[in-house]
């Protein structure tokens, strides 16, 4: 049985990077709200326009639309056996959301891993972050270089330009913040510094401070 794992941390904390490699190794989904508000704007959906302007200002999405479009992905198959959830939930209403549905199901969260890195290393971090718009698959020039070949072809996301990165910390100290607090009160936070080493150490970090 996998476990049902959040996510938490600052805009470019590291959550994205690491949900991949623990979703690979746990064999479970990962279930990004960022990554499913940006692929309804490529491709233009309802969904898509709905949330366009909210991504561009970093702000955050209304917590209403936010959590239909969660719960409807955890009512999936592939979630039975557990999923990794990153960057939801962000406000403390979305918290509560996620354990009042799963409780409904006689479920609940078992591990929250905060992954706590500093405003001045987010801010360097997130200049350099570049993705390959086919997979998805994130990179960043100063701490995680991407293979030369593909260096044309990888693309800045918009919402990483100085201004925008700005106003997501100050979202993130005043909405998402608060839900540290309310998970440690739960008794499943799992705090992991990671402002001090790579993506590879700080998964070995995490793998030792979840439930055996
Ligand atoms: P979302 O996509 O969730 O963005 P975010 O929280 O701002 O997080 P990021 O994806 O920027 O950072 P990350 O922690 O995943 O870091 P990453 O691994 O990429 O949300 C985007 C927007 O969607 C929001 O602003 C909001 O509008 C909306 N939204 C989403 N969810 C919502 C919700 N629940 N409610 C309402 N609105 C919502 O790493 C960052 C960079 O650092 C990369 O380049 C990486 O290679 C590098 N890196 C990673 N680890 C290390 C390390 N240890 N050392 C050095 N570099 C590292
Ligand atoms: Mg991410």
Known sequence: MGLRIVMLGAPGAGKGTQAVQMAKEMGVPHISTG????????????????????????????????CEI???RLQEEDCANGYILDGFPRSVPQAEMLTD???????????????????????????????????????????NPPPPDMADKLIQRDDDKPETVKARLETYHETTEPIIAY??????????????????EIYRRIMAVLPQ
């Open 35 to 66: 990554d499913i508000f940006r692929k309804n704007l490529r491709e233009g959906t309802d969904l898509g326009k709905k949330v366009q302007g909210y991504l561009n200002s970093g702000a955050l999405v209304p917590d209403e639309l936010t």
């Open 101 to 143: 549905f799963l409780a409904k199901r006689g479920e609940k969260i078992e591990v929250a891993v905060n992954i706590d890195v500093s405003d001045d290393v987010i801010i360097e971090r997130l200049s350099a972050r570049r993705s390959d718009p086919e997979t998805g698959a994130v990179f960043n020039l100063l701490f």
């Open 70 to 72: 969660v719960a409807e």
């Open 183 to 200: 998970y440690d009160k739960l008794g499943v936070l799992k705090n992991v510094p990671g402002d001090d080493a790579g993506p590879d």
